[in-house]
Structures are given as C-alpha cells and as structure tokens.
C-alpha cells in the first residue's frame, strides 16, 4: 500500500504570503487610483475660480458655521457673530460690523490668516492635497490608510481615513462634485467635525463686495493706531 505524499508546510505558508502580499498590492492600487482622482478634480474646481463654501465646526459641543464666497481673485468669509473677512489677493482685512472696525490681516500669522477665501481654501479639506509627493507615497502605502465608499445625505462619497502626525482623519469626499461633504479630525483637546455644502460657479459680484465704510474705524494691527476708513482707502 502507498503511503501518501506528506504536504509541504512551507509551500502553503508560501502562498499565504503570496497571497496577502497580492492583496496589499491592490489595496495601494486602489488608493493611489483614487487620492489621483481626487487630486485631478481639485485642480479642476479651483481653476473654475469661483465657489461657495458654507462650514460647520463642530469641536466638542460648540458649534460654529462660517459661509465663504470666492470669485476671481475676491473673497470674504463671514462668520455667524456678524464678524467677516475679506480680500483681493493685495489687501487681507478683518471686519466687525457690531464695532464698526477694520483691521489689517498679517498672512504669515497662521490664527490672523485662518478661514481667509482665498482661491484654494477648499482644498485644506481635501485629503492629502497639499502634501509633498514623499508623503502622498507613505500615506498611500501605511496599512492605516483606508479607502472606502459611503454616503452623506444620501450623497455617494469616497471615504478615506489615515494617520497624520499621529491623530486619525476622516474625510467624505463626493463622488458627484469632488468637493469635500465631511470630516473628522482627532487631538489631544477631543474631536473636531466638519460638515460642508460647496457649490461652484454660483458666486456673484455683489457677494465678495467690500462694505460701505463710512463711520467705520480702522486699526493698524501692528500699531494699534487707529483712523477714520476713510482716510485710509480715499484712494482705493
């Protein structure tokens, strides 16, 4: 009687490992496919020059919704405490309509520049759109990276979850618009949510315009010396 041929336990471990490595493959595959996609689309929207982008931030229990309107090289964000800011590529200010004041915008000043419509303000919220190429590379190949599909207000979305700086991100991206519909970020203070409704093409002149500034003050940031606006723009 023939014995039988005894089974290699390596060549199954070999397949295993095969197999799993086949499966990584096509994971990054997968990513690369649709973080590309996603990044081609941003570049078409913002090149469209113009959106509207209304933001509710959600840290903890407070709430705060700010809307920002962009065209052509404008733009103004207004916060929901009657305090905006606006714009042109060449002047950055912050305006209070409850105190009537008008104050210079240092853009080096990360906190000053925050919430700033500017042509690719959006894009923040796109996942991984601002990083270098060596970091797209090492997002794209950690086995914490996740991409996925789900939908927001019955919206379908690319759903992406990664690792950075060591707090887990969370982003719905539409599948229709490429525009960011979600996201959540973690640190150390708790959790930040992020809820959006952007639309393009749909800002208009009278949206991005500056205010009537008489009886308005302005104050120089860096001097706290205050005038009358009217002075200070008479040739504006």
């Not at 490992?17 to 081609?40: E, G, M, P, T, W």
């Not at 931030?57 to 705060?64: F, G, M």
């Not at 996740?146 to 919206?155: A, I, L, N, Q, T």
């Not at 009537?212 to 504006?236: M, Q």
Request: charged share 30%.
């Amino acid at each position: 009687m023939e014995q039988k041929s005894k089974k290699n336990p390596f060549k199954m471990i070999k397949r295993i490992i095969l197999i799993i490595l086949a499966l990584y493959i096509i994971s990054v595959i997968h990513k690369y496919c649709v973080f590309n996609k996603i990044h081609s689309e941003t570049n078409k929207n913002i090149s469209k020059d113009n959106y509207t982008m209304t933001i509710e931030t959600k840290i903890n229990d407070t709430t705060v919704k700010t809307t920002s309107y962009y065209r052509n090289g404008r733009g103004k964000s207004i916060a929901s405490n009657g305090v905006f800011k606006w714009n042109n590529q060449k002047y950055f200010f912050i305006v209070d309509e409850n105190s009537k004041t008008i104050s210079d915008i240092d853009m080096s000043n990360i906190n000053e520049a925050a919430g700033m419509a500017t042509k690719t303000t959006f894009a923040n919220f796109v996942p991984g759109y601002h990083y270098t190429l060596s970091k797209i590379i090492k997002t794209i190949l950690s086995p914490k990276t996740f991409v996925g599909y789900s939908k927001v207000d019955g919206e379908k979305c690319y759903y992406l979850k990664y690792v950075e700086d060591g707090n887990k991100r969370e982003y719905w991206i539409s599948k229709k618009t490429y525009a960011p519909k979600k996201a959540s970020m973690y640190i150390s203070k708790g959790k930040i949510e992020y809820s959006f409704d952007i639309s393009f093409l749909n800002t208009s002149v009278e949206d991005i315009e500056f205010i009537d500034i008489t009886g308005y003050t302005f104050i120089d940031s860096k001097t706290g010396e205050k005038k009358k606006a009217e002075e200070i723009f008479k040739d504006e």
